[in-house]
């Protein structure tokens, strides 16, 4: 049978005309001006067998809904292609907009908190404008956008031929401390004398593929890296963050023309920033999480708070990738098998007992009684975030006992591509890479929905933001799930070849 490759990209804008609201953080940020732009890129690839499409968006999430428009708007205007071997994933930037239907903010820490608000209490916000774009039009600019990228892309496929290949750069490390006390924070203090490790560890792999045309001239190149792009996450304007300026770099050395698709891989953990080496922000942040009494100039990198870290971590991605690129040419490949499995699994949801109920109910009670001005701010809502989302949860939990996710394993030659919806530990990631059958495995997290955090047990008893009940829909008993699922999917694709 021949497996003849064919290859098709487009990147387009999200860049918006006017004001939106950026996505990422408790309190609330309008975008003042852009600083790089912001893209969707697609790339369509198929053989004789089947096909598939990536779509990577500089987004904080992808939302099932945004996936259900998008599907449903190309409909007809893709003759063969499949709506659901789509993935939409987003490189987790807080730097873009936030297009999140109100109805979805109901069961938010913010809604549950204004419940239990007296009525004479207001809510402050701290940036409202009405010439700022609407959720509404954000998701329909939006829709447009990813459906035109995934059109293009499709309807322009060409012979092509590929190399898969392996790098390593730097950038992700783990994000969360534990003390003596078996307590964990997200951003903890590692000045503390109770300071005992880092919760997890890193991976400085990146995985590749370079695409090529029939001339065999370089046309794009898909990187994966367990590390999300938030180095500028704070900051009030438009930016892809370091992925955009590594597709700057990319386009110095390779030509305008090159496509650069970036995917985020397990890295619910991970951030650009050593903790232990910790280098402050330069400019002033509104983050409560992030506060410091270690004011030691350390000899570092620089901050991974700024645009000078951005253009740190972009470097080194893009050197490693120029570098690969000279092993990978070597060994490239024109035909390949495509299996595409779509997966609908259900997952059992994280609970909350009536203790810990009763519990959040009573901290907000006593936050409430205390509280001296009749108003509440970005401030209060971040310090109840957790109580407030643990009686969300217990509210959820009466009709619901678990939760659908859409999840896709696709053999591409000897590689295997898997999706989750999560902002996934790094530790499910390595478990899932370390028993692959495949000889290299590419994990794409934020993709085809928006699962929040999937802790793990460790995490999970050491507490804290990203591993609190009220930080993700379901806990480690889900993510084992999803771990053994995927093994499972990647084990018969491979196995099937043997029969």
């Given at each position: 049978?021949?497996?003849?490759?064919?290859?098709?990209?487009?990147?387009?804008?999200?860049?918006p005309?006017?004001?939106?609201?950026?996505?990422?953080?408790f309190?609330?940020?309008?975008?003042?001006?852009?600083?790089?732009?912001?893209?969707?890129t697609?790339i369509?690839?198929?053989?004789?067998?089947?096909?598939?499409?990536?779509?990577?968006?500089?987004?904080?999430?992808?939302?099932?809904?945004?996936?259900?428009?998008?599907r449903?708007?190309?409909?007809?205007?893709?003759?063969?292609?499949?709506?659901?071997?789509i993935?939409?994933?987003?490189?987790?930037?807080?730097?873009?907009?936030?297009?999140?239907?109100?109805?979805?903010?109901d069961?938010?820490?913010?809604n549950?908190?204004?419940?239990?608000?007296?009525?004479?209490?207001?809510?402050?916000?701290?940036?409202?404008?009405?010439?700022?774009m609407?959720?509404?039009?954000?998701?329909?600019?939006?829709?447009?956008?990813?459906?035109?990228?995934?059109?293009?892309?499709?309807?322009?496929?060409?012979?092509?031929?590929?190399?898969n290949?392996?790098?390593r750069?730097?950038?992700?490390?783990?994000?969360?401390?534990?003390?003596?006390?078996?307590?964990?924070?997200?951003?903890?203090?590692?000045?503390?004398?109770d300071?005992?490790?880092?919760e997890?560890?890193?991976?400085?792999?990146?995985?590749?593929?370079?695409?090529?045309?029939?001339?065999?001239?370089?046309?794009?190149?898909?990187?994966?890296?367990?590390?999300?792009?938030?180095?500028?996450?704070h900051?009030?304007?438009?930016?892809?963050?370091?992925?955009?300026?590594?597709?700057?770099?990319?386009?110095?050395?390779f030509?305008?023309?090159?496509?650069?698709?970036?995917?985020?891989?397990?890295?619910?953990?991970?951030?650009?920033?050593?903790?232990?080496?910790?280098?402050?922000?330069?400019?002033?942040?509104?983050?409560p999480?992030?506060?410091?009494?270690?004011?030691?100039?350390?000899?570092?990198?620089?901050?991974?708070?700024?645009?000078?870290?951005?253009?740190?971590?972009?470097?080194?991605?893009?050197?490693?990738?120029?570098?690969?690129?000279?092993?990978?040419?070597?060994?490239?490949?024109?035909?390949?098998?495509i299996?595409?499995?779509?997966?609908?699994?259900?997952?059992?949801?994280?609970?909350?007992?009536?203790?810990?109920?009763?519990?959040?109910?009573?901290?907000?009670?006593?936050?409430?009684?205390?509280?001296?001005?009749?108003?509440?701010?970005?401030?209060?809502?971040?310090?109840?975030?957790?109580?407030a989302?643990?009686?969300?949860?217990?509210?959820?939990?009466?009709?619901?006992?678990?939760?659908?996710?859409?999840?896709?394993?696709?053999?591409?030659s000897?590689?295997?591509?898997?999706?989750?919806?999560?902002?996934?530990?790094?530790?499910?990631?390595?478990?899932?890479?370390?028993?692959?059958?495949?000889?290299?495995?590419?994990?794409i997290?934020?993709?085809?929905?928006?699962?929040?955090?999937?802790?793990?047990?460790?995490?999970?008893?050491?507490?804290?933001?990203?591993?609190?009940?009220?930080?993700?829909?379901?806990?480690?008993?889900?993510?084992?799930?999803?771990?053994?699922?995927?093994?499972?999917?990647?084990?018969?694709?491979?196995?099937?070849?043997?029969?």
């Amino acid at each position: 049978m021949n497996n003849t490759i064919k290859a098709g990209w487009y990147e387009n804008s999200i860049t918006p005309n006017k004001k939106v609201m950026l996505a990422g953080q408790f309190y609330e940020r309008v975008s003042e001006y852009v600083e790089t732009d912001i893209t969707v890129t697609a790339i369509a690839v198929s053989s004789s067998q089947n096909h598939f499409v990536i779509c990577s968006c500089d987004l904080l999430y992808i939302e099932d809904y945004l996936v259900d428009s998008v599907r449903k708007k190309i409909s007809g205007r893709c003759e063969g292609l499949n709506p659901f071997n789509i993935v939409i994933n987003a490189t987790h930037t807080h730097t873009s907009i936030d297009y999140q239907r109100k109805e979805n903010k109901d069961g938010s820490a913010l809604n549950i908190l204004k419940k239990y608000m007296p009525e004479d209490f207001s809510y402050i916000e701290k940036a409202k404008d009405d010439t700022i774009m609407s959720n509404n039009e954000a998701e329909e600019f939006l829709t447009d956008k990813i459906s035109q990228a995934i059109i293009e892309a499709w309807n322009n496929k060409k012979t092509a031929s590929f190399s898969n290949a392996f790098g390593r750069a730097p950038i992700g490390m783990c994000r969360r401390v534990v003390y003596e006390d078996s307590t964990g924070l997200m951003w903890g203090d590692t000045s503390r004398a109770d300071f005992e490790s880092l919760e997890g560890g890193n991976d400085s792999g990146i995985e590749l593929i370079y695409f090529f045309d029939e001339k065999r001239n370089l046309t794009g190149i898909v990187a994966n890296l367990a590390c999300p792009s938030q180095i500028l996450e704070h900051r009030s304007f438009i930016s892809s963050d370091y992925w955009g300026k590594v597709k700057i770099l990319l386009r110095e050395k390779f030509g305008k023309d090159i496509y650069l698709l970036s995917l985020c891989s397990a890295a619910g953990d991970q951030c650009p920033r050593d903790l232990i080496r910790w280098v402050a922000p330069v400019s002033p942040i509104d983050d409560p999480n992030i506060t410091r009494k270690d004011n030691i100039n350390r000899i570092a990198d620089p901050s991974m708070f700024e645009i000078e870290g951005c253009w740190k971590a972009a470097k080194r991605i893009a050197n490693e990738i120029i570098d690969v690129y000279e092993d990978a040419k070597k060994s490239i490949k024109d035909e390949a098998v495509i299996k595409h499995e779509y997966i609908n699994l259900r997952l059992p949801i994280r609970r909350a007992s009536q203790e810990e109920y009763e519990n959040a109910t009573y901290i907000i009670d006593q936050f409430v009684k205390n509280k001296k001005i009749k108003s509440f701010d970005f401030n209060d809502k971040a310090k109840m975030h957790v109580h407030a989302g643990t009686i969300a949860r217990y509210i959820y939990q009466q009709k619901q006992s678990d939760y659908e996710i859409e999840m896709h394993v696709i053999k591409f030659s000897d590689l295997a591509i898997v999706t989750n919806p999560f902002e996934l530990f790094l530790d499910y990631g390595n478990i899932i890479k370390a028993r692959s059958m495949a000889s290299q495995t590419f994990i794409i997290q934020l993709a085809c929905g928006c699962g929040s955090y999937l802790p793990t047990k460790k995490a999970e008893e050491h507490g804290h933001y990203s591993a609190y009940i009220s930080s993700g829909i379901t806990g480690h008993e889900g993510g084992k799930k999803l771990v053994e699922t995927t093994l499972s999917i990647i084990e018969k694709l491979w196995g099937s070849e043997n029969k």
